[in-house]
């Protein structure tokens, strides 16, 4: 630890000295956005540039302008209703006044579909990975990639389950958008991570705060929208090919895209892309941890026709995993469970293997996707059909293995959507939509009970609309939803299927502003409130939850969750310092939460037990990010996560909430010749303080107490190869440099193993095109 520190310290240091020789960065990005036919202005219109991670809007007139910007190379976003997205990568050397034109939506589906769906939650508070942190972070998790966003954590069961958490709320209250479609993958599991292959993203955004307005019920706590890329519009083929190899599981992940537009068929373009993943038990320094080893087959396809004012898009994806439960986890009786908690070392000895046995789960999703749309006068119209297939297995550990899984859970959602992104009224623009949702959730015969077979049918119609004057922007909506449940569970001695009928509904809203005060500073503020109804599990669990390695016990008199929240953020880039700060509080009105009780031996063994329950909760926190250019090539970013967590009812603080976090990281950049290009070597530092913040009666409830603060320093490098036309990106980089023993409170199984040991990754990724035709 102290030797990462003064690496770090010596590293900024270092950096310093740089700063007096460098330039002024004062350089002014001027531009206007036009309609491609008749050059008349486009608006409204969002500019947002990776770089420097700000987005802002042009005027009335289509016009903007970006000042204070460093000499280099930008890639630059524009998002317009109604417009297809357009992106362009260009050097500033001077001041540069530029012109972009953007066509209706005649291609680019996909993208079209982000700018529809970001545009009326634009003032929310988001963050965004772009295709190059994707690329540094592939072959992880979607779960994992996010902890990269700041206020977002992850929710894991061991080294090879997460999931996201976003300022403390996870599972029902996180909706994740797959190529637009909300995903229902049984995620209320905090060991049910999302069946998404993170190779499918082009980008992937996080919006901090509730959003049910626009993404439904659920979304109180935030939405990840997973975006693919725009299919191609030029003539050809082009693709990718990433490989990844990790060390400590010695995991390998293989992954390959490829797409043609036809050009005897310009409106026809295709996508075809898949990914394979294999790895065998993981380390924690100094001990193979037993059974938990995965696997992954994975893969999509999409297809789009597009014309000058409508077009159609088919998209299909399948996800397939295996995944091993730690052996240790499923413990035999009371001694045994405490002799598993007190031990410092994994009490199930292992060495490597990749044999995946009970316990273990078994997962596939399926994903089709067909979308319409049409503009007319009225403006852009979009009917989108969904229809998904999960297929969740669970096998425990048996006195006899008759290969027959304990759990078979098969999920069958369809979605429909209907929206209308209209036309300016007004100088109003905004969206008015309708869903609906029928779902059916079934077990086979014979299957132990957890969740009972249920129906359920849903509608909501909601209204988003904006409007914006010189430098500030307004924004409202209103969403109304009905949810109906019809549940079969089954109770008493002979386990007769008993009734229940629910019926939710309520509504939503959301207002924000934003207003951008000068050129290099803007703030904006998101007032909303949401609600959430109890799901099944909620409800009616009622026994072994296999990978959490609990006993849950639900609660049939939950009534529907009411958020109130409210986000401040700011947002500052001048010179060489970028800044961004968030603060934001929700209140929870019947909160529903599991909290742990006593332990219970069962046939299946001796598990800690858990009940659902509701209180009033207030939730409140920041996130601060801060960034530096101390020189060209030098640069340094900042990152502060807190979070309260408090039990409103009780007086008392909430049980598994995410302790405070901070992280450093330091970059510095250079060119080797006309070979090696965009060299890399950086030193990235996490610090995750103990969670002290607990209930007063936790030593009651729960056993042992959170886990201790733990630093972890990491390390990276990489290069573009450039052998003659082909670009092959290289990279490395080494996690837990110092192999630290240390557990997560937010992990399942911090009561029994640590988190992983040292890991080398090697990342290659191969892009290729056969198309002459460059883009701007």
Same mark, same amino acid.
């Given at each position: ?32 956005? #036009? ?49 297809? =997205? ?27 579909? #982000? ?51 976003? %300022? ?23 060991? %049910? ?58 995991? &390998? *992940?293989?992954?390959?895209? *490829?797409? %043609? ?12 892309? &898949? ?69 410092? #070392? ?16 078994? *997962? ?24 998904? =297939? ?68 849903? &509608? ?17 909506? *209103? ?63 009622? &026994? ?215 890991? #080398? ?16």
């Amino acid at each position: 630890m102290h030797r990462a520190t003064w690496a770090l310290v010596i590293l900024l240091g270092l950096a310093a000295g740089y700063v007096q020789a460098q330039p002024e960065c004062g350089l002014a990005l001027k531009g206007s956005i #036009v309609e491609t036919h008749n050059f008349e202005p486009v608006y409204p219109a969002v500019i947002y540039i990776d770089e420097i991670k700000r987005s802002l809007e042009a005027d009335e007139a289509g016009k903007f302008r970006v000042d204070s910007l460093c000499a280099g190379r930008y890639t630059v976003h524009v998002h317009a209703s109604g417009y297809n =997205h357009f992106d362009v990568l260009f050097d500033i050397h001077a001041d540069t006044n530029i012109r972009f034109r953007l066509t209706h939506e005649t291609h680019m589906l996909s993208q079209v579909e #982000v700018a529809q769906e970001r545009t009326p939650t634009i003032i929310q508070s988001k963050d965004q990975m772009t295709k190059a942190d994707i690329a540094a972070n592939s072959g992880k998790a979607l779960g994992d990639m996010l902890q990269s966003v700041n206020g977002v954590n992850t929710l894991s069961t061991g080294a090879t389950i997460a999931k996201p958490v976003i %300022h403390g709320l996870h599972s029902n209250r996180i909706v994740t958008l797959n190529n637009g479609i909300r995903q229902e993958d049984q995620q209320w599991g905090g060991e %049910h991570a999302p069946n998404i292959d993170p190779f499918l993203a082009n980008n992937i955004t996080v919006i901090k705060g509730a959003a049910s307005v626009r993404y439904g019920t659920d979304a109180i706590g935030g939405v990840v929208l997973v975006e693919p890329a725009s299919l191609p519009s030029k003539p050809g083929t082009a693709g990718e090919v990433n490989l990844a190899g990790f060390s400590n599981s010695r995991m &390998g *992940v293989a992954s390959a895209m *490829v797409e %043609h537009n036809f050009k005897n068929v310009p409106a026809f373009s295709i996508r075809a892309q &898949g990914t394979f993943k294999k790895g065998g038990n993981y380390r924690v320094p100094g001990y193979w941890v037993a059974n938990t080893g995965l696997e992954e087959r994975n893969y999509s396809a999409a297809a789009g026709w597009r014309k000058l004012h409508h077009g159609a898009e088919v998209f299909y994806s399948h996800f397939n995993t295996e995944l091993g439960i730690y052996t240790g986890s499923h413990t035999g009786n009371q001694k045994d469970l405490e002799a598993a908690i007190n031990s410092p #070392v994994p009490l199930v000895p292992a060495g490597f293997t990749y044999e995946i046995d009970r316990p273990k789960q078994e *997962v596939q999703h399926d994903l089709f996707k067909a979308k319409l749309y049409a503009d007319n006068r009225q403006g852009v119209w979009n009917l989108i059909y969904s229809y998904q =297939h999960n297929f969740r297995q669970e096998y425990d550990i048996v006195r006899k293995d008759d290969g027959r899984a304990q759990l078979n859970l098969t999920l069958n959602t369809q979605t429909l959507n209907l929206n209308l992104d209209h036309k300016a009224l007004g100088g109003i623009k905004g969206q008015v939509g309708v869903d609906g949702i029928y779902q059916t959730n079934t077990f086979q015969n014979g299957d132990r009970l957890f969740i009972p077979t249920y129906s359920s049918l849903g &509608g909501a119609a909601y209204l988003i609309e904006r409007y914006s004057k010189n430098n500030w922007t307004l924004e409202a909506g *209103v969403r109304y939803d009905n949810r109906w449940y019809e549940m079969f569970n089954a109770e008493g001695p002979s386990q007769q299927l008993v009734r229940y009928e629910f019926n939710y509904n309520n509504a939503s809203a959301t207002l924000g502003f934003r207003q951008q005060l000068k050129p290099d500073w803007q703030w904006n503020a998101t007032l909303a409130n949401a609600w959430r109804a109890p799901q099944a599990n909620e409800l009616f669990s009622a &026994g072994f939850h296999h990978g959490a390695a609990r006993i849950e016990l639900g609660n049939k008199a939950l009534q529907s969750e009411r958020s109130y929240n409210l986000n401040l953020e700011t947002e500052y880039s001048r010179n060489k310092l970028s800044a961004e700060v968030s603060l934001y509080g929700q209140y929870i009105r019947d909160y529903i939460f599991l909290e742990p009780g006593a332990d219970l031996l069962t046939i299946r063994g001796y598990f800690k037990t858990f009940h659902y329950r509701q209180t009033n909760a207030f939730l409140y926190g920041a996130d601060v990010s801060v960034g530096y250019k101390w020189t060209k090539q030098l640069t340094s970013a900042a990152k502060i996560s807190l979070l309260r967590a408090r039990d409103v009812s009780e007086n008392d603080w909430l049980i598994l909430m995410p302790a405070d976090r901070a992280s450093l990281n330091v970059r510095y950049a250079f060119e080797l010749g006309k070979t090696l290009k965009e060299n890399f070597i950086g030193v990235n530092a996490r610090y995750v303080a103990g969670q002290t913040r607990i209930p007063s009666n936790f030593d009651e409830i729960d056993y042992p107490s959170p886990p201790a603060a733990y630093f972890i320093p990491d390390a990276e490098a990489g290069t573009r190869l450039q052998l003659g036309r082909q670009p092959l990106y290289v990279s490395v980089a080494v996690t837990n440099i110092f192999n630290g023993r240390y557990r997560d409170y937010l992990d399942a199984f911090r009561y029994f193993i640590d988190q992983p040991g040292r890991t #080398v990754v090697l990342r290659l990724r191969m892009p290729f095109s056969f198309i002459n035709d460059q883009t701007n």
